[in-house]
């Protein structure tokens, strides 16, 4: 007897659910925020792509030039160009005026090239600079010279204007 009492029931369950098939779902309104309800998150921005090692190196090695006080040369090139020439100008202008002041000329070149190649090149941008300082009226007493070729030049350097930084003459006060 009790599973007479229980037929009408699971009949009408059938039916209703038979019935629902056809026709679309009821709307849903959507609950109500509450005060201490967390707000939704918002949809995460999409990653960066990941930066190499060496494209991070070569990055800081472009940052740590000291564009001021560089004499930048093309490549395979010992003749100071036009902006180099005014930027040198103004470089012994300074010097001129404080006679106490020195400076350390130091020659780079980039990665490329034999190392002695490199030495030499580096030498001979440091004496070309050297010598328009000179013609400058700068004392020989306020310069000094070395030239590291491309035994500094950072092995990160791959792109060219990384290299076209590492080709350079350097002046460097001295305290």
Request: charged share 25%; hydrophobic share 45%; glycine share 6%.
């Amino acid at each position: 007897m009790t599973a007479v009492k229980f037929l009408p029931l699971l009949a009408a369950l059938i039916l209703s659910g038979c019935a629902s098939r056809g026709l679309p779902p009821a709307p849903v309104e959507p609950a109500a925020p509450q005060a201490d309800a967390p707000a939704p998150a918002a949809a995460a921005e999409p990653a960066a792509p990941p930066v190499s090692p060496a494209v991070v190196a070569e990055k800081q090695v472009i940052a740590a030039v000291d564009g001021e006080n560089s004499i930048f040369f093309a490549s395979a090139a010992t003749d100071v160009d036009e902006a180099g020439e005014h930027k040198l100008r103004l470089h012994a202008a300074r010097l001129k005026e404080d006679s106490k002041l020195r400076v350390r000329l130091v020659g780079y070149t980039d990665n490329q090239g034999s190392r002695s190649y490199n030495i030499a090149l580096a030498e001979r941008r440091v004496k070309a600079v050297y010598d328009l300082l000179r013609k400058f009226g700068v004392s020989s007493l306020q310069l000094r010279h070395t030239s590291v070729g491309g035994e500094m030049a950072n092995k990160s350097c791959r792109s060219a204007e990384c290299r076209n930084l590492m080709r350079r003459v350097e002046l460097q006060y001295l305290d």
